[in-house]
């Protein structure tokens, strides 16, 4: 973990309501791993000293990207920054997905800034299996022609029927996931968390593997002040887990859903 302050090298639509961010930040892109987070300053916040948590969509030699929507104070109070223009970022944060397992199938499903998240773990896969995409509408469904390029059979859904089934990504995984030998799959999923616990519980069912990257309010980021904790299972009961530093991903069975969706 570093932090950095990083330039702007673009800020632009990206598709829908959601917007690309795209910064140097030589000291952090290095260092990611597919899942991890940055916590960015927002300089336009002033006083208000809170970071806000994005997920890594790109990272490399042409820098380090988020994909995000503006949808409250500290992400509306983003859109003015332009080229040129520095944010104090730290990262990457959180564990990131672990390697798959040997001789299973993977399996992303994801939902609105979800499958930015995915995307450096989807072209890291050895395999590229189904990718299950969820979204309000067509416009919602984020760089389905990437994760197609990168050889994944990209399985959409929509709850207005504009591309794809019609409904939730769960009516097109139920009936794909009946032709399948289940144990067989590892899913790496992260959406909002009504879906993750969808498919927490079918991995449970089922007896796959499911890890699923969760979504809590952020206060420091690093593991200090428990905002983000939640109840992780032990062999003797529970303990509280930090999103920001124990995940923010976890297999299915570590997760007491109770509190969190
Ligand atoms: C790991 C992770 C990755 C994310 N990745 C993306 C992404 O790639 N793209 C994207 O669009 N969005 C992403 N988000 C969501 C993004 O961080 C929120 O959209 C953003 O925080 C909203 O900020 P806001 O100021 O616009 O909204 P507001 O509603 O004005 O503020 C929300 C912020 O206030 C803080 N907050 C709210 N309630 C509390 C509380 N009770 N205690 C402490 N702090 C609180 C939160 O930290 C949150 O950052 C991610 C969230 C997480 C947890
Ligand atoms: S946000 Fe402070 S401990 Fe996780």
């Given at each position: 973990?570093?932090?950095?302050?990083?330039?702007?090298?673009?800020?632009?639509?990206?598709?829908?309501?959601?917007?690309?961010?795209?910064?140097?930040?030589?000291?952090?892109?290095?260092?990611?791993?597919?899942?991890?987070?940055?916590?960015?300053?927002?300089p336009q916040l002033g006083d208000r000293i809170l970071r806000r948590p994005f997920s890594i969509y790109k990272a490399g030699a042409e820098g380090v990207s988020i994909l995000y929507k503006p949808v409250g104070r500290g992400t509306?109070?983003?859109?003015?920054?332009?080229?040129?223009?520095?944010?104090?970022?730290?990262?990457?944060?959180?564990?990131?997905?672990?390697?798959?397992?040997?001789?299973?199938?993977?399996?992303?499903?994801?939902?609105?800034?979800?499958?930015?998240?995915?995307?450096?773990?989807?072209?890291?896969?050895?395999?590229?299996?189904?990718?299950?995409?969820?979204?309000?509408?067509?416009?919602?469904?984020?760089?389905?022609?990437?994760?197609?390029?990168?050889?994944?059979?990209?399985?959409?859904?929509?709850?207005?029927?504009?591309?794809?089934?019609?409904?939730?990504?769960?009516?097109?995984?139920?009936?794909?996931?009946?032709?399948?030998?289940?144990?067989?799959?590892?899913?790496?999923?992260?959406?909002?968390?009504?879906?993750?616990?969808?498919?927490?519980?079918?991995?449970?069912?089922?007896?796959?593997?499911?890890?699923?990257?969760?979504?809590?309010?952020?206060?420091?980021?690093?593991?200090?002040?428990?905002?983000?904790?939640?109840?992780?299972?032990?062999?003797?009961?529970?303990?509280?887990?930090?999103?920001?530093?124990?995940?923010?991903?976890?297999?299915?069975?570590?997760?007491?859903?109770?509190?969190?969706?």
């Open positions: 973990m570093k932090q950095e302050t990083a330039t702007v090298l673009e800020h632009d639509n990206f598709q829908g309501d959601y917007r690309i961010l795209r910064l140097a930040a030589p000291t952090v892109g290095p260092l990611v791993v597919p899942g991890q987070f940055l916590h960015l300053q927002i509306e109070a983003m859109k003015p920054l332009k080229a040129g223009d520095s944010v104090d970022i730290i990262g990457p944060l959180g564990n990131g997905y672990p390697q798959m397992t040997e001789g299973k199938i993977p399996v992303l499903v994801a939902g609105g800034y979800g499958n930015a998240a995915l995307y450096l773990k989807a072209r890291d896969l050895p395999i590229k299996g189904v990718a299950f995409f969820g979204g309000r509408t067509a416009q919602d469904i984020l760089c389905i022609e990437e994760f197609k390029a990168l050889g994944w059979d990209v399985r959409p859904t929509t709850n207005d029927g504009s591309l794809g089934v019609e409904g939730l990504v769960i009516d097109a995984f139920d009936p794909w996931m009946k032709d399948q030998n289940a144990r067989d799959l590892e899913l790496f999923v992260c959406g909002p968390n009504p879906m993750l616990k969808a498919m927490g519980d079918r991995a449970i069912e089922h007896d796959f593997t499911a890890w699923l990257s969760l979504d809590k309010n952020m206060a420091c980021g690093v593991g200090a002040c428990l905002t983000c904790v939640i109840k992780r299972k032990t062999a003797d009961g529970w303990e509280w887990a930090r999103c920001c530093k124990d995940g923010p991903i976890f297999e299915s069975r570590e997760i007491i859903w109770e509190e969190q969706v």
